[in-house]
């Protein structure tokens, strides 16, 4: 009897382990259009869906363990054994800014919930123009929460972007090609 219940209970001890073993380090991808390994372009709707969310972690109305942004995909892991992924807008590049005075930090895919930047819900004048001196974006924008001004540019282009705030000036040239990053921490502004 006592050998029934040892075997028993090695089954399930087993069992549950396997159970366990082949849940983690899944992936998995969110069931709306522009998921990971859809074959579709994301549509218009879901680009603004997967926009409003970036916004939302960025301005901090919602919140997750994780939430990072490549130039691709935005990543969100609620604390779980699986992650989301979301493809980006074909034809659109997500960019995050931190202009700074005095402080920084290194960064290159941009974490929505991790990163911090100096000059939180300050007002900047942004003006971005292509390769050939036309205009792209010419707005004041204020930073988020987090310190950073969101920017979503076309995609496959080298710009140059000019932020002033109080006086202070910062240019800097980026790309946004598929390998770039999307978290810009080297604006200082002086």
């Not at 709707?45 to 995909?73: E, F, G, H, N, P």
């Not at 100096?118 to 010419?138: S, W």
């Amino acid at each position: 009897m006592r050998k029934q219940i040892v075997a028993g209970t090695c089954a399930v001890v087993a069992a549950i382990g396997i159970f366990i073993y082949a849940g983690s380090g899944e992936r998995d991808t969110a069931d709306v259009e522009g998921a990971q390994g859809s074959s579709q372009p994301v549509s218009q709707a879901a680009a603004q869906d997967i926009k409003q969310m970036v916004s939302d972690y960025s301005s901090r109305a919602l919140t997750s363990q994780s939430a990072s942004i490549t130039s691709t995909q935005l990543i969100v892991d609620s604390g779980g054994p699986n992650e989301v992924t979301y493809a980006l807008p074909e034809n659109e590049f997500f960019l995050s800014v931190a202009p700074y005075v005095q402080k920084t930090h290194p960064c290159a895919t941009h974490s929505l919930t991790g990163c911090q930047g100096e000059m939180a819900g300050q007002e900047f004048d942004v003006y971005i123009e292509d390769a050939e001196g036309k205009e792209v974006m010419k707005q004041t924008l204020k930073s988020q929460p987090n310190g950073f001004i969101d920017l979503w540019l076309p995609r496959d282009q080298k710009l140059q972007i000019t932020v002033t705030h109080d006086g202070k000036q910062a240019k800097t040239e980026v790309s946004t090609f598929e390998s770039d990053d999307t978290c810009l921490t080297t604006m200082q502004l002086s």
